[in-house]
Structure formats: C-alpha cells, structure tokens
C-alpha cells in the first residue's frame, strides 16, 4: 500500500470529520461541532496525517512541549486500512518529531486497549480526567 505521512499538513474540520466517522473515535467526539473540531485542529501542535492517494486515512493530533510530555489526544485510522501499520507509523513518526527522552501521553479508547501494548506502550494507573461539571 502507497500511503504518504505528512508532518503539519493542514488539513480541513470537514477531512477531519469525515476520518472520524470512519473511525470507533468517532463516537467519543463532537462531530456535530464543527467549530469546536476546528479548534482542535488549530490548537494540536503536531499533527501528523496519512494520505492514500490524496485521500485522508489517518491522523495522529497531539498537544506537545516537544521535550518532556506529548499528549496523543487523537490516533484515528480509517477503518478500511486498518492492521495494515498506519497507526503503529503515525505513532513512530510522532515520536521521531520529539526529544528522545520526551514521553508520549495518551487515553485509550475502550476498542483500542488492547492495541497499545503491542506498539509499546506501558500501562499507567494513575489517570485523571477534570471535565465540565455542572
């Protein structure tokens, strides 16, 4: 498979969206939004994107101090492409963009905690979400 990785490619809520949708992430995120979409695209400082024939098939959108913590917020792959190593690259190709001693820091989705450990990541207990309460 021909799949091209681009560092800080801009790319669209509308590409973005339509990835997600495609994606289990998609159900934990406000698609609906497209504001609130658009700025988390404008707001990630390493994005990194995969393109199959100018088409869009995976995105890892990360918020990073480039040195010591890089937040993986969102690792999404069209699910048409899946097992085929776009996420393991997406991941690999963030790492490489950092400090070699800069930790990447990310949530599991429920579907995708069994992925994490085969590509290296070691599990962390302790975990906190402040989200809006009412």
């Not at 658009?38 to 959108?61: C, F």
């Not at 990073?64 to 492409?81: G, I």
């Not at 070699?100 to 905690?113: E, G, M, N």
């Amino acid at each position: 498979m021909d799949i091209e990785y681009k560092i800080n490619h801009p790319i669209t809520a509308e590409q973005f969206i339509e990835l997600l949708k495609k994606t289990s992430l998609g159900e934990r995120r406000p698609l609906d939004n497209k504001a609130l979409i658009k700025g988390m695209l404008e707001n990630a400082n390493l994005i990194i994107t995969a393109w199959k024939h100018e088409q869009l098939v995976g995105v890892a959108r990360s918020v990073t101090d480039f040195h010591y913590c890089c937040y993986l917020s969102d690792l999404a792959v069209d699910e048409q492409v899946q097992s085929e190593g776009i996420g393991k690259a997406l991941i690999q190709k963030t790492k490489k963009e950092l400090h070699p001693a800069c930790k990447v820091i990310l949530l599991s989705a429920p579907q995708a905690q069994n992925y994490y450990p085969k590509v290296g990541f070691q599990p962390h207990n302790s975990a906190w979400v402040l989200s809006d309460q009412k």
